[in-house]
C-alpha cells in the first residue's frame, strides 16, 4: 500500500512541473509491471490523481475508465455495466487500429498509439483476460455467464492492443492457458470471427508451437465448425503443423540438420499435431469438399471484377470478408424491411451487391488456406495415409473442375493487388491461389504412384497405347489406377497444367511452380510412356524456347527448366533427336551450354541426365540409336572426355562439405554418378589421375581431391541411414544403391597402393583428409 499512497500524495508534496509526476506515475507502472511490485495496474492510483494528470497527459479518460471495469467486474459482479464501460473504451482504441490496418504498414508502426499504449499500460489487457476468463477460474455451481457481446467486445479490443501495441501479442502468447481458453470460445460462432483473428495472431508470435491435444474437445470442436469456419480455422492450423523453419529449408546446411535430427529423436510438435489431425473424423473429407466446391455461377461478370478491384485494395484476409459480408448481409436484411417502394428496392439492390460480389474472392481465400494444409499433411510423416483419403474423397477431379473457373480464370484489364503491394507482387489472393494450387500437384505427383489421377480416362489410354507401340510393358501404377477416381472431362489436369504453362509470359512468377509441377510427375523410376505423353504436347520445345530463345535470366526458373528437361530426356533417344532438330544451329546450341555453363548448381540434373543416357546409348547396337548419337550435338559434346573431365573438376569446386545444403547436394551426386560410369568401364584410376593433373595446371595440388574425400565421407554419414534418399538415387540413376555404396567405399579407401583409392592421388606433403567437419 506504501506504492500506492506514494502515488497519490504525490501532486501536493512533490512540487514541479505536471509532466514530471505523469512521467513518475508511468514509470512506476511499467516497473511494476515488469517486476510485480509496487504499482501494477491503474486500479491501485486514487480516482483524484487520474482526473488531474488525464487532460495534461492525453489519456483520454482511458484510467479513468479501467478504473470503473475493475470495480464493476469483481468476482461476484454479474458484468452488467462492464459493456457500457467497454463501448466507451472500444472506439478509441479502434481508431488507431483502423489507422494501422489502411495505412502502409511501415509508416502505421513508426507511428505511436498512445490510446493503446495508455490502454495497456494501465492494466486494460490483463483485466479484459481475467474477465474473459472469469467463469472458467470459478468453482461455484453456479457460474458467471458473460453474453456474447461482451466477449465479442473484450476480444476486439485485445486484437486492436495486440496490432498497435508492441509486445501486448507476445505476452499474451505466453500465457497459455489463455491461449488454450480462446480456443473453446470458437464453439460459439457468434464470437468466432474475433476468436480465430486473435488467435492467428497470438499463434504467429508464440515461440513454443501449441500442441493440438492440449485443446479441449478438439475433435468436437471441428465438427461443430460449418464449412466457413472450417476454412477459417485452417489459417490458425497452418502455423501449428507446419515446421517453424520450412520457408528457408533449403538454406539450411545438411551438417545443421543432421546434427539437429540428432538432437531430436522423436517426432516433431508439428508432426505431431498433424497426426492428430487426420485422426479427427471426416476432418479431410470436408477439406476436399471445400477445396473443391463450385463458386455461384452469378460471380463472372466483369462489373463484378471491377467492384472487386476495390476491395482488393485493403482486403488481405478471409476473416476481414466474412466480418464484412455478414453486416452487408444484415444491412440488406434491414434495408428490405425498411421500405417497399422503388426507391427502397433500388437502395436493396446496391446493398446486396456487396456479398454477392465477394463471393468469388470468398472462395478463393478458403481454398488458399484449405489447400495449404492438405499440402503440408501430403509431404509429412502419413503421406500415403494422406494420399488415399484425397484420392478416395475426388480432390484432383474437383480440382480439375475448378481449373478455368476459379484457379486459373482471367483477369481482369489491371491488375488486382492488395494494400501495400504492387501488382508485380506475388500476395494477391488470386496469385497465391495458383501457387497453392502447383505445390499441391507437386506434393500430390513426387514419387507417387497416385500421380496418375491427373489424367483423364482416355489419357490414361493413350499412355498404355504408347507402351504398346514401343513394345514395352505398361507401368503398373496405370494398370492399377482407379479409373472412377480419375479426372473428368476432355483433358485431365496435367494436360491443362501444360497449357497455361505454354502460354505464360516470359516474366512470369508462375514458370517456376508451372515446371516443379510438371517435373513431379516424370520424377521416380523413369518412364518411356510418361516422357512421350509429354513429348507429344510440345513440351521439349517450350522448354528450349524458354532457355535459348528467350534467355531466361531468373535462376531459379532456369533452375526448375534443367529440372524438368532432364526428367523428359533422361534415356529416351526421342527426345534427343528432337533436341537436335530445335537446337538446329551452332549459335543456339553455345547459347544453350552458356546457360548450362552459368551456373552448374543449376543445371546439374541435366549434366547428369546426358551422362547417363550417353552411357546407355553407347551399349545398346539399335541403328536408330546409332543414329542419334552421330548427329546430336548434346550427345557429341558429352562424349567428349575433355568435356566430363571439366565438369567433373567443376562439380567438385563448386561445393564443400559445410556448405552443402539440400539444394546443391545434387553436385555431389552428379560428380559420383560420373566416377560411376567410368568405374563400370574400368577407367576410374584415369579420372582420379586426370582430376590430380587438372589440380597441378591450376598450381593448387590436393585442393580437389581432399575436398572431394571430405565430401565423400559427409556422403556416407548422410545418406547410409536415410532409406528414403537412397531409394531415390537409386530410381534416378537405374544404379542399385549398392553400387553407390561400393564406389564410394572404393574412393575412400586409405590403400594409397590402390589405384581406386583417392588418397593414391594425393601427395602426403599436401594430404589433408583427417580433418573432422563440425555438426554444430
Known sequence: MAAVAGAAAGPGSAPGSGRAATTNILAQLRHGQLSGRGLTRGAQITEALLKERDKQAKWNGIPLLLQKLYEHSHPNSDFSQCQSILKEISPLLSMEAMVYVTEDRKAAQESSFPNTYTFDLFGGVDLLVEILMRPTLITQKKKQKISDDLIKDCLSILYNTCICTEGVTRRLAERNDFVLFLFTLMTNKKTFLQTATLIEDIL???????????????????????Q??????????????????TGSDDKHTLLAKNAQQKKNLGPSRAEINQATLLNIPGFIERLCKLATRKVSETTGTSSFLQELEEWYTWLDNALVLDALMRVANEEAEQSSTESSDESGLANTSTRTQLPQSMKIMHEIMYKLEVLYVLCVLLMGRQRNQVHKMIAEFRLIPGLNNLFDKLIWRKHSASALVLHGHNQNCDCSPDITLKIQFLRLLQSFSDHH????????????????????????????????????L??????????????????????????FWQARAVESFLRGTTSYADQMFLLKRGLLEHILYCIVDSECKSRDVLQSYFDLLGELMKFNIDAFKRFNKYINTDEKFQIFLNQINSSLVDSNMLVRCITLSLDRFENQSDAKVAEVLSECRLLSYMSQMSMRMSFLFRLINIIHVQTLTQENVSCLNTSLVILMLARR??????????LQQMEYTEKYPGFILNNFHSLLRFWQQHYLNKDKDSTCLENSSCI?????????????????????????????AYMDIDRDFSEE
Open 204 to 226: 504467429g508470435v508464440k515461440k513454443e508451437m501449441i500442441q493440438l491435444d492440449d485443446i479441449p474437445n478438439l475433435a468436437s470442436l471441428v465438427s461443430s465448425f460449418d
Open 228 to 245: 466457413q469456419q472450417l476454412a477459417n480455422f485452417c489459417r490458425i492450423l497452418a502455423v501449428t503443423i507446419s515446421e517453424l523453419d
Open 449 to 484: 504412384e497416385n500421380k496418375y489421377l491427373l489424367l483423364n480416362s482416355q489419357e490414361l489410354n493413350e499412355l498404355s497405347a504408347i507402351s504398346h507401340k514401343a513394345n514395352i510393358p505398361e507401368v503398373d501404377a496405370v494398370v492399377n489406377t482407379d479409373r472412377s
Open 486 to 511: 480419375v479426372c473428368d472431362g476432355k483433358r485431365g489436369l496435367l494436360t491443362r497444367l501444360l497449357q497455361v504453362m505454354k502460354k505464360e509470359p516470359a516474366e512470369s512468377s508462375f514458370r
Open 681 to 690: 568401364k574400368e577407367k576410374l584410376p584415369f579420372y582420379l589421375r586426370t
Open 736 to 764: 542399385s544403391f549398392t553400387y553407390w555404396k561400393e564406389t564410394v567405399s572404393i574412393l575412400l579407401s586409405p590403400d594409397r597402393t590402390s589405384p581406386c583409392a583417392i588418397v593414391s592421388y594425393i601427395d602426403e
